[in-house]
């Protein structure tokens, strides 16, 4: 089964770096993935923050556009999160999926348990 563990995060100040990883284990398949970070800020559902397909096309959420960069290295999954600001806190989710990228939560069927980012003003 395949296992995806993010790490990072953290709390910083406003304006200021975070970064979080994750990694997707255990198939032969993942590193053909689409890979994905979605968060949860408090009293707002779920949105999908940035996504990455295999040969390495992304796409971010407008919110993040020029702030946030994402990369990967096969199932190894990378985001940089600059001048962050207090609307950006909430927890954070690495998902991966077989299929094509989308922002469709259902198209990812493997899920970190997600990780705390924490911007304080």
């Known amino acids: 089964q395949v296992r995806v563990v993010e790490s990072g995060g953290g709390s910083v100040q406003a304006g200021r770096s975070l970064s979080v990883t994750c990694v997707a284990s255990g198939t032969s398949d993942q590193q053909r993935f689409c890979m994905a970070w979605f968060r949860q800020r408090p009293g707002k559902e779920l949105e999908g923050v940035a996504n990455?397909?295999?040969?390495?096309s992304i796409l971010y959420t407008d919110s993040v556009k020029g702030r946030f960069s994402l990369s990967r290295d096969n199932a190894n999954l990378f985001l940089q999160m600059n001048k962050l600001n207090v609307e950006d806190t909430g927890i954070y989710y690495c998902?991966?999926?077989?299929?094509?990228?989308?922002?469709?939560?259902?198209?990812?069927?493997?899920w970190g348990r997600g990780i705390q980012v924490t911007v304080s003003s």
């Open positions: 998902a991966a999926g077989p299929g094509f990228c989308t922002w469709r939560r259902d198209a990812f069927p493997y």
């Open positions: 990455i397909d295999r040969v390495g």
